[in-house]
Structure formats: structure tokens, C-alpha cells
């Protein structure tokens, strides 16, 4: 669910909004890669506590453990709003991270294809090749490198239509016994 910014302002302090205004778009694209990690990790953090204490809340709202000071808490509307901004600007962040994996990625690929292109060229210069026609060995004789069969092929069918026989007259019999 979209959060509206008078809702980040009023449920986180201050240093969380600076923290979910630099994972929106125009300011998530200048910062560099290590500021981008440092952001990811900052944020990872407050959301962590975020989860911890609605966990908390959560908890104290059925009865199962009491807060310190006693008493029960009543809602837990204020705690899921701000886990669910703080969850959504690691969103951001992880997305923009995965963005510039690809784009970093394509670059590499691109680098490594024109390496190739040169290598095929250099190959294939005119320098390489020889300058006239040269005698060669001739036609040579291409060994079978297929493994000699040591069944016959008349056997092998022999032997299978008596296996099938065998099984028909087996069912033939189960048939009749009524098995």
C-alpha cells in the first residue's frame, strides 16, 4: 500500500524520514554504490526494530506477555504503518541495487563481446593465412569410432519376443485362475 508523505512525517522521527526520502526517486539515483549499501543496511536495521516491536505490540494486544510498565496496548496502527513504510523504502532500495547489478552485468557482457570480436579478427587476418595453395597428406581414411557390437542383433530379437511370450502365457494363466 502506498504511503502518503503526511503519513511517513507523522509516524516516523526524523532521521527514519531522511532515511525513506533518499530510497525515493530522484535522490535514490545520485547516490553512489557504497551510499546506496550504507542506505540498504540503515534501513534494514529500523525495519528489523519495526518488525520486533509490532511482533511486541502484537503480543501484548492478545494477552500473552504483559509491557513493562503493565499495562496492554490497545492498537498497533501506528507500529504497522511505520514497519509497512520502512519495508517498502528496503523495497526501493533492493530494486535499485538489483538495477544496477543488470547494468553493471550488461556492460561486462558487452566488454567480453567485443573482446571476442577482436580475438575472431586477429584470427582471421590475411597475415595467418598461407600465401599459395601447399600439398597436404591428401584424403585420410576417418576411423569408426563406434564400439564394435558384441550381441548379435538376431539374438537380441530372439531373445526378446521369447520374454514377451513368456510374460502372455504368465497373464494367460492368472486369467483363467481368476487371481
Same mark, same amino acid.
Given at each position: 500500500? #502506498? ?7 507523522r509516524?516516523?522521527?526524523n532521521?527514519e524520514?531522511?532515511l ?9 539515483n ?17 525495519? !528489523? ?11 501484548e ?6 509491557? !513493562?510498565d503493565g499495562?496492554?496496548?490497545k492498537?498497533d ?10 519495508a517498502?523504502a528496503?523495497?526501493?532500495?533492493n530494486q535499485?541495487?538489483a ?9 561486462e557482457l558487452?566488454?567480453n &563481446?567485443?573482446?571476442?570480436l577482436?580475438?575472431?579478427? &586477429? ?5 595467418n593465412r #598461407?600465401?599459395?595453395?601447399?600439398a597436404?597428406?591428401g ?9 564394435e !557390437? ?12 521369447f520374454?514377451?511370450?513368456?510374460q502372455?502365457?504368465? !497373464? ?5 485362475a481368476?487371481?
Amino acid at each position: 500500500m #502506498p504511503n502518503s508523505r503526511r503519513t511517513t512525517l507523522r509516524v516516523l522521527d526524523n532521521a527514519e524520514v531522511e532515511l525513506v526520502e533518499a530510497s525515493r526517486h530522484p535522490s535514490i539515483n545520485e547516490l553512489s554504490d557504497s551510499e546506496l549499501q550504507q542506505l540498504r543496511k540503515n534501513l534494514r536495521e529500523r525495519r !528489523d526494530r519495526a518488525r520486533d516491536i509490532a511482533n511486541r505490540t502484537r503480543r501484548e494486544m492478545r494477552g500473552k506477555s504483559a509491557r !513493562d510498565d503493565g499495562k496492554a496496548a490497545k492498537t498497533d496502527a501506528g507500529i504497522r504503518e511505520r514497519l509497512s513504510i520502512l519495508a517498502n523504502a528496503v523495497q526501493r532500495t533492493n530494486q535499485e541495487h538489483a538495477r544496477r547489478q543488470r547494468f553493471e552485468g550488461r556492460g561486462e557482457l558487452k566488454r567480453n &563481446a567485443e573482446k571476442a570480436l577482436e580475438m575472431r579478427r &586477429a584470427a582471421a587476418s590475411p597475415i595467418n593465412r #598461407p600465401t599459395s595453395r601447399r600439398a597436404d597428406k591428401g584424403m585420410r581414411a576417418i576411423p569408426n569410432e563406434r564400439a564394435e !557390437d558384441l550381441v548379435n542383433r538376431m539374438e537380441l530379437g530372439r531373445v526378446s519376443q521369447f520374454v514377451r511370450d513368456s510374460q502372455a502365457k504368465r !497373464d494367460k494363466r492368472h486369467e483363467e485362475a481368476g487371481v
